[in-house]
């Protein structure tokens, strides 16, 4: 039987991944799983999950959403574990944050305003390469 982390953390990624699940772009991949990185904190924050279980779902996400071999899922969510520490990677830093605010959107059902900020920090991140 799923956790209540494992069931509603499903929903989030299906809820975040929903408009980009058929990009190509890496770089754009990269951008969400740093969003949904942030978003799954906020739900392991609100019902006491643990980082391991974060880091299995971002995973888990990534090999089923694009195909991702194992290898390389595990790769980007360690580079995700570690731009938790501002230093490491400011941008990807700031991604995974607003991810965490994006969480509060959703808790709130402001599905707009989610994909509207998704949409802008992919157009920025675009633009600054």
Excluded at 18 to 29: A, D, G, I, R
Excluded at 38 to 45: F, V
Excluded at 73 to 100: C, K, V, W
């Amino acid at each position: 039987m799923k956790s209540n982390f494992e069931t509603r953390s499903d929903t989030l990624a299906d809820t975040v991944m929903s408009e980009y699940l058929n990009t190509n772009e890496e770089q754009t991949q990269q951008v969400l799983a740093g969003y949904l990185f942030g978003c799954l904190n906020g739900l392991a924050q609100e019902l006491n999950a643990t980082p391991g279980d974060v880091q299995g779902k971002v995973i888990g996400v990534l090999v089923r959403v694009w195909d991702y071999p194992q290898g390389k899922a595990a790769e980007l969510t360690q580079f995700l574990i570690n731009s938790t520490d501002e230093s490491y990677h400011p941008t990807m830093f700031a991604i995974i944050h607003r991810g965490l605010e994006g969480y509060y959107l959703i808790r709130n059902k402001k599905y707009a305003e989610l994909t509207a900020d998704i949409q802008v920090i992919v157009k920025a991140v675009k633009e600054a390469s």
